[in-house]
């Protein structure tokens, strides 16, 4: 299974982007879908995921400003985001998972998300 991201680039605070993530090489709908985030000198971290069944969790940071949303059909997953601040930099990876087995992650390349002051 591969992931293909792309959508992101330089904003100004306040603005928005919005990424997307295409799974090829499988059929099967991958029961999670999502995007995590690393910011330079930290870890990894949730940004958005949503279940195959339409049910999405979002970090605390994300909650009221993004809105994730997928096709199942496609296997496809988009983060749209707003109200972008500079805290909002990172390296935006897709992630595709199955958490029950037999379990499986496969990440996306990245893409970059800068926002400037």
């Known amino acids: 299974v591969q992931l293909q991201a792309s959508g992101g680039g330089l904003v100004q605070a306040g603005g928005s982007l919005r990424l997307s993530c295409a799974a090829s090489?499988?059929?099967?709908?991958?029961?999670?879908m999502g995007w995590y985030r690393q910011a330079p000198g930290k870890q990894r971290e949730l940004v958005a995921e949503?279940?195959?069944?339409?049910?999405?969790r979002y970090a605390d940071s994300a909650k009221g400003r993004f809105t994730i949303s997928r096709d199942n059909a496609k296997n496809t997953v988009d983060l749209q985001m707003n109200s972008l601040r500079p805290e909002d930099t990172a390296v935006y990876y897709c992630?595709?998972?199955?958490?029950?087995?037999?379990?499986?992650?496969?990440w996306g390349q990245g893409t970059l998300v800068t926002v400037s002051s």
């Open positions: 992630n595709a998972a199955r958490r029950s087995a037999p379990t499986y992650k496969y």
């Open positions: 090489g499988s059929r099967l709908t991958m029961p999670v």
């Open positions: 949503m279940t195959s069944g339409g049910t999405p």
